[in-house]
Every structure is written in C-alpha cells, then in structure tokens.
RNA sequence: GGGCGCGUAGCUCAGUGGGAGAGCACUCGCCUUACAAGCGAGGGGUCGCAGGUUCGAAACCUGCCGCGCCCA
C-alpha cells in the first residue's frame, strides 16, 4: 500500500509478522507499576469496587487453579478500572500456620534439629525468614501473570495490623461470651501434633476390619478399632432393644482389663448395625463422648499425643496401629474373637496436610460459638444482601452454615497468633485485648497455643483494609464488590468472613457477590495431581505462549461454579488468537487505519460499514451482559468469534477492495476498521491485557488501554437491514466457494460467471465485491455456463468452467442439497399438517414454520432443476 | 447411609419448550501481499436408557443405569 491517501500517523509502527509475547509482558508490567495504574485512592471521587485476593499460602507456589483464579479477578478489576471505578485489588498472602511450620521443621530436620532445639522464639525467626523466600516467589508469579494489584496495599495475615486485628476480634468474641475453652474431642493429628478443625479433615473409603468380640456370653460388640477396647468405659444398647432391654444397669468385664463397665442404654445405638450392642470409649470417639456425657461415664484417655498406646499392660508402648492387631490376637487366643470381616470398607478421616490418619482426642481447646455468628451468615445470603453466584452455590453455602458445629481455633503450634490469654497462680484467665497490658508477676503465663489460620483469613477483607482503625481504606473501600474464590472453600473460608465481617463491621457483610468458580482439570478433565503427573506450571505456559494465552485458555473455559479443563492444545488456540488479533491490527495499520476524529456515520457509511458497526454494537451489549453475570467463558467466546469471524475473515475481506481502490470510500473505512479494532481491543483488554496493550497503543497512539473508557451502547444500534443484506452476501459467497471446492477448482483459477438476480436479493451493490471474493471473471462473448447455482432465494450464478465441470461431484452435490431440503420441507409440512399445531401452537411460530416450508419447496424446485439440466 | 451435581460430535464443553452448536481434533484443496500460530470447503451426534407431560422435549416430570463431588 504505498499510496496511504490520508495518512494521519506517519509515524505509525511496523509489526512483526508474530506476535512474540517474550518482548512485550515484562516491559508493559513495569511500565503499568511504574505509572502507578494499579494503585487506588481512597481521595478520588470515583466510585470504589473492592476485591481481596484469595491469600496464597505464603508457603506454596501459584498453581493453575490460582492462575484461573487471578485470571478472573484481574479482568473484573481492569473492566471495572476502564469503566471509571476507582479499581483496587489488594495482594497479599496467609501465613499457613500447619503448613509452613512443617517446610521449616523439615528444612531443620534435615540440618539434624528439631524446633525445640531452636526454642520457640529463633524457631518464628527462622519461619520468618523463609517467608520471606518463599513469599517473593509467589509474588513474582503474580507479576507474570499480569495481576493488576495494588501493590502498595500487600497485606500478611502476620502483619502487625492484621494481628492487631486478630487480638482485637477476640477479644470482642471472649467478652461476648462467643469464645470459650473445654475439654472436648477434637480431631488430632498424631504428626502434627495439633488439633484440627472439622473441615481440615479428609475422609476417605479406606480399607479397614470389622472385628466382633465377645465382651461375655451375653454381649458381642463390633469394632473397626479394636484397640481402643482398652479405653470403654460401658456397653451401650438401644433402650426399646428387646433382645437387651433386660441387660441395661448389668455390668460386664472387660477383657483384658478386668474391669467392670456398665451396660446402658443409649436411644443413638443402632439396633440393626452389628450385634446392636457398642462398646463406649468417650476418650477416643466423638459419638462415644456424647454417650459417655448422657450417662455420666468416665473417659479413659489411652494414647498419648502421637498416639502410642499408655494404658497399663502389654500393649504400653505399642503405636495405635500395632496395638490393633495385637490387642485382636489377645481376644483370639482367649477365644473372644466371633467375627472379622477384613477388608471393611469404611469412612477414615485423614489430616488434611499431612494425610496422617486424624485421632479423635479428649482435649482442652479454645472453640468459637458459632450458632448466633452462623445465623447471621446464613441470613446475609437468605435476605439478599449478599448473592452467591451461581446461584445454585447457595444450596451448598445453606447446608453448611445451618449446622455448623463449634469450630476449635487453638492449634498446637508456635508459627501464628498466640491466643492473647493470661493464666495466673490461682486458676484467672484474662483475655488482653491489643491496647492492654498482660498480667505480670510470678505464675502468670500466656497460652502456649495458636490461633487456625482461617481465624485471621476470616477477617481478610476487612483486617486488610485497617479495621480495627477506622481508616480511609475502610470507608471507601468496605464491603467489598465481589469475592471470587472456589466453591471447594465455601466452608473453610467464605462462610468465616461472612461470619466475622457481619460480627465486626456492624452486620455490613464483607462482600455484595460471592462468585464461585471451579477447579482446574486437565483436558480429559481429571484433577491436577502429582500422582497422575497432569499437572501443569502456569509458568511453563507462560514462557512458552504468553500470559495473555494461558488467561484466554483459563477464561474461556470459566462456566460459573464449573470445573476448568484446559490443555496445551487449548493454550495453542489461545496463542494463535492474540496472532491473529496482532495480524488483524497490522493490516490495519498497513492500511492507514486510524482513530483519529469522528466515526463516519449515516450515509458516509457503506453497508459493510454499517454491518461490522451494527455487529460491534451487539457485541458489546452481549459482553457487558454476560460480564455481568460472571460468565467469563461466554464473554470470551463472544468476542473470539465477533474478532475472528465477523472482523477477520469478513469485514477485513470485504474492505480490501475498498481500501485498494482508494477515494473517500477508502478513508471511511480506514477509520471505521480503526474504531472497530480500538474497541475490540478495549473489550479483550480485561482478559488478555499485554498484547491488547501493545496493539491499542501502536494504533491509537495513545498511552495505555488500561485507562481507557470501557465501550457502552446507548440505546438500540442494531442495523437489521445491513445484517440481512450482508448475511446473504455471505450466503452467496459461500455457496460460489463450496462450488468450487467441491468441483476441484484451484483458489487461483479465475473463472468467468454471469451472475442473476442479485436486485431481487437486494445486493446488487456487492456485485464486484463478490466477483472479486470468489474470484469469477465477467461473462465474456464467449460465455458458455457449463453448470448454474441457485443460490439464496433469486440468485443464481452461471459459471463457465470451459467444459471441464465434474458432471458427477456436481450430482453428488445436489443430490445431498435435494435431501437437505426435502427433509426441511417434511418436517414443516407435518407440523402444518397437524391440527393441534395449528390450534394450539402461537402464531408466530407457525408463521416461522410456514416461512420456512415455503423456502424449502423454493430451494427444492430449484434444485430439482439444476439436477435435471445437468448432462447425463 | 444422606445431600448435591453431571451424562449432548473423537476430546472438552455451551445450549432450560419451537430449525442440534462451539473450540480443538479429523478429511479435502490452497504459501491468495495481515496472519501456514494462516485461508477456503467438508464429514461427524437414535442429546445415557425407559416411560410420562405437551400441538411440540436435548430441555419439564418419574424411574433406572453410569460417573463425580460434599457430608456422615
């Protein structure tokens, strides 16, 4: 294109031939940092929008479920920034109190230490120091990714604020009367030597044993734990149970032990499971507890804290395991054995860090309770105020916070925050709040213990933002807009800071929409395991298709609250998208395409113009839409097919002429292929943001897309007379080109035709458009139609293939055509056919369907013809 | 055992009452001056099975089969 008629930039840059993503992210990012985009005000004027970043363990590495999840935050926070909000999205990382505290044992364990050689206070500095390590991975990652967070604002939950927040929270929570200390079974992890909460146990069907043991002649008790025998305190049967009504108030003795249990009589025993009678060890087991408490029974606690068997006898000393199968032998032998069944498949909960099987265990533990704190959540979501997305979540969301347990919050561990109670010498325990003085003098101690890392997570969207201080932060930026995490934590995570943000911020709940998304899979959709070694480094794609690539492969399969299949195929895909956007703006530019002054409208605009405008307009109204509503995959698919179909392989072909040919028509287009890839690249901005970044600026000459307005529609745009006219444009161009392909006619061979009845189509205008489209000649003196195509309603197209037509794939072709629409017209008749249709069916339905029987038996009649016309 | 969800093209998934779709994969033809990471054309599905509701069902109801997740 050497003669640019109206060139506005001469300054306008050349691209390469590829896209290359290797030269674009790392600059653009720091170029975005550096200008402070992603920085909010609480000084502006503008409208806040709020999200918290789901903190990663400040001890793991970002993942593909973390790169899915940042994909999605990020392009909320971009499109809202673009739509004028004052946009932030707040870092930072949780301190995984478990986890952490095993790499750094590990990494001592290897140096032949232990965390009591180091002592509690140089072992949190050593813990300190690897987070610092591990931290700036993950904070690397996120630079990678294109995360546009507000860097200034990256919070810890170890922070110093965040553990003011925590001691104040729990204070407010003891003084309520909401925190309290017992002794209760807990879940216990024998390796990690803490109490765990509900939901950081795991349960799996494992394979286990179901042994019956002859307690005396009168009662068999089944067990899956045979072990733990030594710790009953009773026998328990079902009170209306008459075939042992007459044993409750006996006693038995208990083998091995030789005391004396007694037999009660408990409404929860199962008559129907086993014998119906079981054996009651409240020490050891959750149900056994609450029998033992209903009847006043003493618990044997008969394990230590890694769980080696300490009761007295033979079996002292024995891990839980080995006791098992020697206690079992020890029935055997006195021929109490009745029963085994082995393998017995049952339910085994396993700690969820360490896959350690959990011990129940009589503890003394701090526990929130979360009746009244539950209640609250619930109804946040129950009345409205805060929507789960989709909605369908919520059954999920209900299920939980309406039988929530009491949740046990001290964790046995020196990495966290320590519970901020004093006991003294004579049995007082103080709570101090963050402001107070702890207690001095001899015999005062502070709890040894920790707080569960979901209790300071529980505050995040809040403790993040200065709470307790009343800063600028919270005021502008309290409730967040949305929180985008995975319905996998629900329960550990969403329902807590409902819970504490309802309970610390007046009622006002910490987020107006909770969005849900789903797990990533690998293309066949299995889960991402190490096991399975499926699993995939977001980095390694990254390095090897782009960021914007592996965001447009994880977005586009985000179906609200579906699990993700992605794959590298997909991630391919994705690549040759943002080319093919790169070659759609190079030719643009090559073009002279620009953005430079007013949209041409009304009778400037020719029908292809005004087509790609009407279909821009429906473009955008469809994004906002659907972004709306969450539905990132959808947005995605929108725009990959409006860019690469309707922009790509139609606008930018049907222009070529046009621009070629120079003249007014030319600068028209010139600047409505300009507004069109400005606003394309405006609407994939949010999702792919570098090379949208690098396209935009190279075409518009302007800084940054980032703080460009976000594309509206105002009122209705649609052009329904350019759409139809152009849709049979296409019609007819596509049925020239299946002609050709089908006859064997090269892409290059120019073939002369006489096109007809182009006017009745209403596209006489486009008559050398399609000539030069497909490629066909003027009918010369010499025309000979060798074979005429009915196309689209009056269009037929005589073609002159100088005698060289496949009589025979030309048969086979419209004999598939005759087939096609002689089932339609079938179709149509029989429901017109039908009486009730008729009757009962609305009126413009059947009017479709008249419309459509009367068009099939048009196409059939032509058809039927040409096949008649052709050489035998 | 209880609850929730899913079953649509080879693969992964959209489609919630009115002509079965997409991406990738596949077949054929093309290096066409933006792009071979591309262009053009094409093939491919008794919508898990069986009943029912309806003028009309992939969609709504019932049952069954298979798979997954959560909880106990």
Known sequence: MTERLDAHRTDAPTLSAQYQPGDVEQRRYEQWVAAGYFRASTDSEKPPFTIVIPPPNVTGSLHMGHAFEHTLMDALTRRKRMQGYEALWLPGMDHAGIATQNVVERQLAAEGLSRHDLGRERFVERVWQWKAESGGRILGQMRRLGDSVDW????????????R??????????????????????????????????IEVEHTDDDGELVSIRYSDDVVVATTRAETMLGDTAVAVHPDDERYKHLIGTEVELPLTGRRIPIVGDEHVDPSFGTGMVKVTPAHDPNDFEIGQRHDLPSLTIMDERGVITAHGPFQGLDR??????IVAALREQGRIVAEKRPYVHAVGHCSRCRTTVEPRLSLQWFINTSPLA?????????????????????????????????????????GHRIPVWYGPDGEVVCVGPDEQPPTGDGWHQDEDVLDTWFSSGLWPFSTLGWPEQTADLAKFYPTSVLVTGYDILFFWVARMMMFGLYAMDGRPPFDVIALHGMVRDQFGKKMSKTFGNVVDPLDWIDRFGADATRFTLARGANPGQDVPVSEEWCQGS?????????ATRFALMNGAHCTGPVPAGAQLSTVDRWILSRLASTVAEVNELFEAYEFAKVCDVLYHFAWDDVCDWYVELSKPVLAGGGEQAEVSRRVLGHVLDQLLRLLHPVIPFVTEELWTALTGQDTVLTAAWPTVAGEQADTAAEAEIATLQTVVTEIRRFRSDQGLRPAQRVAARLDGLTGAGIAAHKPL???????????????????????????????TRGSIDVAAERARL????????????????KLDNPAFLGKAPEPVVAKIRERLATAEADLARITAALEALPS
């Not at 395991?321 to 020697?326: H, M």
Request: net charge neutral; charged share 30%; hydrophobic share 45%.
């Open 770 to 800: 399609i000539r030069s489209l497909v490629r066909l000649d003027e009918a010369g003196d010499d025309f000979q139609a060798s074979a005429t195509l009915a196309v689209a309603g009056a269009v037929s197209v005589a073609l002159d």
């Open 321 to 326: 395991f080995e006791a098992r199968p020697a």
């Open 165 to 198: 927040a925590v001691q104040t929270i729990f204070k407010k929570l003891f003084d309520d009367g909401l925190i309290y200390r017992a002794e209760r079974i807990i879940n216990w992890c024998p390796r990690c030597l803490t109490a765990l909460s509900d």
């Open 152 to 163: 200034d604002r990256e919070r810890f939950t170890m922070d110093e604020g965040l553990s």
């Open 575 to 583: 690549r040759n998208f943002c080319n093919k956007l790169w070659n």
């Open 815 to 830: 004999t598939k055509d005759r087939a096609a629409a002689e089932k339609e017209a079938a179709q149509a008749r029989a």
């Open 375 to 415: 209640k609250a959540a619930g109804d946040a979501v129950r009345d409205g105020r805060v929507r789960i997305e989709p909605a369908d979540m919520a059954k999920r969301y209900f299920a939980w916070v309406d039988n929530m347990h009491d949740w046990c919050i001290s964790r046995q561990l020196w990495w």
